[in-house]
């Protein structure tokens, strides 16, 4: 099919993107060469002009890729000589920065819309997202690169995390950066994969069903593991059965391929998923059908034993254990020494608002602020409940994508750090303030900050947790 649009020329052939740039006048004459999937020849003769049009399929833009292996999506942080990706959000449109990050150093700009920009620079393509991600689909097809993929409800950052740490005791190992596990940062993952890379751990978040089963289609894992299942989106999901459904999504797309599933044996709906699949490879404290690792006591990080090494670690929790296991299962798997698991576990140390340990004005912290629900809350009230110290001061915040169980949720947490023993319980944000629990509840932080100027605290233990939105990070500027 050809059409015109806006002085270009647009292809589709065989189900592929193909795109032209250059002039488009009156009389036109096309010379075209099909061979396979791959259009070879393009020429336009333009009032008597022949000009040469560039053109696109996927394999070829990856050419381009390989010899500008960088990908770039943001002008602020352009990398030089990389392919820019003109992607479009609520309140942004990458195609009317096309010609910027061309200036600021990009060797291209894939673009589907009409932008600014040297002609043979710009490649225009009928949707730039969907670009990204068979770019990426197709990357990852060419590479013999062993990929682990990760989902999870809780968790699933810091098993990733560790995982990576100890794989990359033996080999060049990438992983996703951050939390970059949706639609736009499994592509960008993917396309993080260079010719000496060995493995891969590839995160995978959802907050809908399909999802998971579309990135694990992109990623292609050889391998997966999902952390646990928990209350997590539940306004995308319905149910603690939809999130199930739902992120299993991956072990239906590995048993499929006849992949090899890692679990935690003692989790029992991992057990139940996995029931009757041979390829799966589990961990355990105590069943012998499965590798045995040992917790040993989180007061408060958690140590653990492998094979008559004891491991300590630098993570809060016992519901950091499991994190671990997994990661020192795989290393093993991948016939890493134990030694070496266990640098890599004692070496790793949390980050970015995840079960951080500060100091402050004498107050010891635990900050768990990076993202909550009600599966996690729990599990962070319970073991801040356990750990030793006195003065434990506990301020939550809002969960976000609860749906129509937000109200109950969060009465279920109030009511549960209430019953603590805690010195006091601060709520703040919509949902917790009208928790009736008798707790101190705040709309804001403004409302808070005025609280505390007026009530400040002495020497406290403080554990601070709440879901992204609530920047609950913003508290340690308050004591």
């Known amino acids: 099919m050809l059409r015109r649009d806006a002085g270009n020329l647009f292809f589709s052939y065989s189900g592929k993107a193909i795109l032209t740039t250059g002039c488009l006048k009156k009389s036109i004459f096309i010379a075209i060469r099909a061979v396979g999937n791959h259009i070879s020849v393009v020429q336009i003769r333009c009032n008597s002009e022949i000009q040469e049009v560039l053109h696109m399929t996927i394999e070829s833009l990856h050419k381009l890729f390989l010899q500008h292996p960088g990908v770039s999506t943001d002008t602020r942080s352009i990398l030089p000589n990389s392919i820019f990706f003109a ?6 449109n990458g195609n009317s920065f096309a010609l910027s990050a061309l200036e600021k150093g990009a060797a291209y700009a894939v673009v589907d819309e009409v932008a600014n920009g040297p002609k043979d620079r710009i490649l225009r393509v009928p949707e730039v997202l969907e670009t990204l991600q068979q770019l990426a689909s197709f990357h990852r097809q060419q590479t013999a690169v062993r990929i682990i993929g990760i989902t999870g409800s809780n968790g699933k950052t810091t098993t990733k995390e560790l995982i990576h740490a100890v794989l990359s005791e033996k080999y060049r190992t990438i992983a996703t950066k951050g939390n970059l596990n949706n639609h736009i940062g499994v592509p960008l993952t993917l396309l993080s994969i260079q010719e000496d890379t060995e493995m891969a751990v590839v995160e995978m978040g959802a907050n809908h069903p399909g999802e998971i089963a579309f990135l694990s289609g992109l990623a292609q894992p050889d391998f997966g593991y999902i952390s646990n299942f928990g209350k997590a989106h539940l306004e995308g999901f319905g149910s603690i059965e939809g999130v199930i459904k739902a992120k299993t999504e991956l072990y239906r797309d590995l048993i499929a391929r006849d992949k090899a599933v890692f679990l935690n044996a003692d989790d029992a709906i991992q057990r139940e998923q996995l029931q009757g699949y041979a390829k799966k490879i589990g ?10 690792i040992k917790f040993l006591g989180a007061q408060p990080n958690v140590s653990l034993e492998l094979e008559g090494s004891e491991i300590n670690t630098q993570l809060v929790g016992h519901y950091n254990f499991s994190n671990c296991g997994a990661a020192a299962l795989i290393g093993k798997y991948f016939n890493i020494p134990v030694a070496a698991i266990k640098h890599a576990l004692e070496n790793y ?8 340990r500060l100091s402050k004005n004498g107050h010891q ?4 602020a990076y993202n909550a629900n009600p599966t996690s809350m729990r599990a962070a009230l319970e073991n801040f409940d356990r750990m030793e110290g006195t003065n434990k001061v506990v301020f939550l915040g809002d969960m976000f994508e609860l749906g129509t169980t937000a109200a109950d949720e ?3 947490i109030a009511t549960l750090a209430k019953g603590m023993k805690f010195q006091k319980v601060f709520l703040i944000g919509e949902h917790f303030i009208k928790a009736a629990t008798g707790a101190s509840g ?25 879901s992204r939105g609530m920047a609950m990070e913003r508290i340690l500027e308050l004591l």
């Open 87 to 92: 992607l479009k959000g609520a309140n942004f």
């Open 283 to 292: 961990f355990s404290e105590d069943n012998p059908q499965y590798f045995n």
């Open 349 to 356: 140390k949390p980050k970015n608002n995840r079960s951080q």
């Open 365 to 368: 912290i635990l900050l768990d």
């Open 410 to 412: 969060h009465q279920e």
């Open 442 to 466: 705040f709309t804001g932080m403004d409302a808070l900050a005025g609280y505390l100027k007026l009530h400040p605290l002495k020497e406290s233990n403080i554990l601070i947790k709440g």
